[in-house]
């Protein structure tokens, strides 16, 4: 007979980072996307951030989002194809505001923990930031290709929590872009 013991219900690093993770992207105010990320260094939480605008100005549940419309190549059922992409630019993302408010002492061989895949502008800071690895659960299919052979060239462990279930409280629904 199968004893459950404390140990085995105790939650293992790599969820309890992501679950406080998904916790702090609860504070974001960008109805299309909330993101939290975190700064670790070995077992030690150095930092938190989320996407949201600049501290003092009007955030997207004030003012709205700012859409900005894109033209991209995308793979439509095997054939290139322009598709017309919105996203919202009025928030900093939750990557770069981690960068804001840490200091590069603390990111040399620390790990980033982030709710979803980094944009490649966001990996190319967080390429050059200091850190070693970076822990994500949902894909960002967009610039997934060339951020993985950044990080590849970088020699950043990146790595995806596929079995990985976000806390209840903390789902939301992303809109896809
Ligand atoms: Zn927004
Ligand atoms: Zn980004």
Known sequence: MATLTFEAERKDWDTYFMDIAYMVSTRSRCPRRHVGALLVQGKKLLGTAYNGAPMGVPDCSEAGCMISEQLEVELVDGVEKAVKKQR????????QNLLLFTDRI???????????EPCWTCSNMLANSGIKEIVYHRGYPKDSDKVKRLME???ITFRQLLEYEPPAQARMNVINE
């Open 88 to 95: 919202c630019i009025r928030t900093i993302h939750a990557e």
């Open 106 to 116: 603390d990111r040399e061989g620390s790990t980033v923990y982030v709710t979803d």
């Open 153 to 155: 060239a970088k020699g």
